[in-house]
């Protein structure tokens, strides 16, 4: 090997690494900014439902006015995020998202804290949701595998919950034991999904697939808030009876 050839191979060899090491700080940074915001819209999330549950504002709306309220606010702030994730409005309104979803969630921990052990139910699907966290988060950095394909069958599986769970709100105003079973099939369902999907979205920041952490906090946290809120239904429903 000539001199000049070394030259070039050392000179692709350091730049090779040094890519690597770049690629290595921003994906650190990114996962590590990511995890801060994601630990910091809790506490809205925690204020916008105590407020909800002590006004009663979250049992205004009911019925299918509710559904267009939640599905109105919900996208409303999703678009507005994604086009200010670049900046520090976006962390604000993804807070503002937060303590949205806060109050929507307010009525259903209201009416579990209702029942008898509603405390230790609710504390056990906090636990629950933070032990799923913790092991989807630690396989993602584990598996060597690119997980990208599994994105379109996870987006399959989020849709069938979303339309069963349409299902089920209009059997349930016909009788509400025929759509008990497929409630709790479908909160099943809905765990497990959005538990791979916490698998999903934390090994695509690993991978380099997302770069910007507010977007990548918001589709963690709305795998979290799903997550937790369909196992707080299964536990309510099994504690219930």
């Not at 000539?2 to 070039?8: H, I």
């Not at 913790?134 to 584990?142: D, E, G, I, R």
């Not at 016909?174 to 765990?191: H, V």
Request: charged share 10%; aromatic share 12%; proline share 1%.
């Amino acid at each position: 090997m000539s001199l000049n050839d070394r030259f070039l191979n050392d000179y692709a060899a350091g730049s090779a690494g040094s890519a690597g090491a770049d690629f290595a700080a921003q994906r650190n940074r990114v996962l590590r900014n990511t995890y801060w915001l994601l630990a910091l819209s809790l506490v809205p999330t925690v204020l916008g439902a105590w407020l909800g549950m002590a006004t009663g504002i979250g049992y205004v709306f009911t019925g299918w006015l509710r559904l267009v309220v939640f599905l109105g606010g919900a996208f409303a702030f999703m678009w507005a995020i994604q086009k200010n994730r670049n900046s520090g409005a976006g962390v604000a309104l993804l807070l503002g998202f937060t303590f949205f979803m806060g109050v929507m969630l307010s009525s259903l921990l209201g009416f579990v804290l209702g029942m008898k052990n509603g405390e230790a139910v609710v504390m056990t699907a906090v636990g629950g949701t933070a032990g799923v966290f913790a092991v989807m988060a630690t396989l993602a950095s584990v598996i060597k595998r690119d997980l990208s394909g599994l994105g379109r069958w996870l987006a399959v599986g989020a849709a069938i919950t979303f339309v069963g769970f349409i299902a089920c709100g209009l059997l349930a105003a016909f009788s509400s034991s025929a759509s008990l079973p497929l409630l709790m099939g479908l909160c099943a369902l809905s765990i497990i999904v959005f538990s791979l999907y916490m698998l999903y979205d934390i090994k695509q920041i690993i991978d380099g697939g997302e770069t910007n952490y507010v977007m990548a906090t918001l589709e963690l946290y709305l795998d979290i808030y799903n997550v937790f809120q369909s196992l707080l239904v299964l536990l309510g429903v099994t504690n219930n009876d």
